[in-house]
């Protein structure tokens, strides 16, 4: 895993975009913002945490254009479309790897990079909401914005 500051430069999304003389965020850093980062080695160990987590729930996606055909080009940007889920967002890279960014505390896009095409492992607490909640003025009023920004933000 690396996380570092996005250079918010247009070009592919797929692409590192790694913004010049930074420095790389710690696990500690990204749990100030409220994202946990644990390695994981085994699917017994995801089992254990996902008990431990009360994590009821999970599926498997592949995102390639082999496995998603011609929904692949528009799903990747959907997942780059600010945005939250009104559930915790968990995922477990299987295979190959991707990206995930989040916003810091000074509303600065901070990449995190996992190594591992991405095969990941989506868990959840009770049954999965797949409405994505794009970032606008009206979801500041949402109360799951409103406690992330509170507890992590604030």
């Not at 990206?99 to 990449?111: C, H, I, L, N």
């Amino acid at each position: 895993m690396r996380a570092y500051f996005y250079d918010n430069l247009p070009g592919d999304q797929r692409l590192p975009h790694i913004a010049p003389s930074t420095t790389d965020l710690t696990p500690a850093d990204l749990s100030a913002l409220g994202v946990l980062y644990f390695r994981i080695p085994t699917v017994a160990g995801v089992d254990s945490l996902a008990a431990e987590r009360g994590y009821r729930n999970r599926d498997e996606i592949t995102v390639s254009p082999d496995k998603m055909g011609a929904a692949y080009e528009d799903k990747v940007k959907s997942f780059f479309a600010e945005h939250l889920h009104e559930d915790e967002e968990i995922r477990y890279v299987r295979d190959g790897r991707g990206y995930f960014d989040v916003r810091d505390k000074g509303d600065r896009w901070v990449r995190i990079a996992l190594e591992k095409y991405i095969q990941a492992m989506r868990l959840f607490k009770d049954e999965p909401k797949w409405t994505p909640l794009n970032r606008s003025e009206d979801l500041d009023v949402n109360p799951h914005r409103k406690e992330y920004v509170s507890q992590f933000l604030g």
